[in-house]
């Protein structure tokens, strides 16, 4: 929905699901090519190719799932709870991960037709990107670590880490629950993770 005043738009209004509620955004113009793309999902499933013309907005995580955007705000502290995350769940990564890994703070995965965003991953070395550097291909990426949020962990649970298993990559799903950590695996993670390090993160 967009809000004008006087003929000419002032804002716009989205609703972002979120696991248990809706969430009403109001975010500034975006370019036309957002509201393009907004319209042609409502007659077909987007593709990747669809996706990556555009410019989002950094505040929000936008992924493409079975031709369908999903997008997820990240506010103030939700923002900051997870790079803390990302950042130690990293540390506890890079201690037992072979040499010929590397290990991403963020970053894209492309399988098949979705798009993904991670908090952290761990990728072969030399393996080669594709859309231009933004992404690594599902075959290079050997594990994948997702920190939920509130309104995000039920999804995460069920529709993500069944994306992640369809694809082929293991998956760490960690949940940030009254400062204690709670770790879960899916797929065969390899052997070198150390999930009992990330495990034993605490976060305020």
Known sequence: MQVSLGGATVATVIVVSGDDFDIPRVIPPW???VGRLFELSLHRPLTIDDVMKVAWPKQDRTQLI???LVVTPLLEDGANSRGAARMEIA???TKETPKDRGVLLGGNIIAGENLLVVDGMVYQKGAATVRDGLAFPAE???????VTLPSTRRRTHTLLAQVYQDAGI???VVDVINGKTIVKNYGVVPDWADTRAIAAIGFS
């Not at 290079?140 to 997702?146: C, E, P």
């Open 170 to 172: 293991p998956l760490i």
């Open 91 to 93: 540390v506890a990564l």
């Open 31 to 33: 370019p036309a090519e």
């Open 66 to 68: 079975d031709g369908m």
């Open 140 to 146: 290079a990426v050997d594990l994948a670590v997702l």
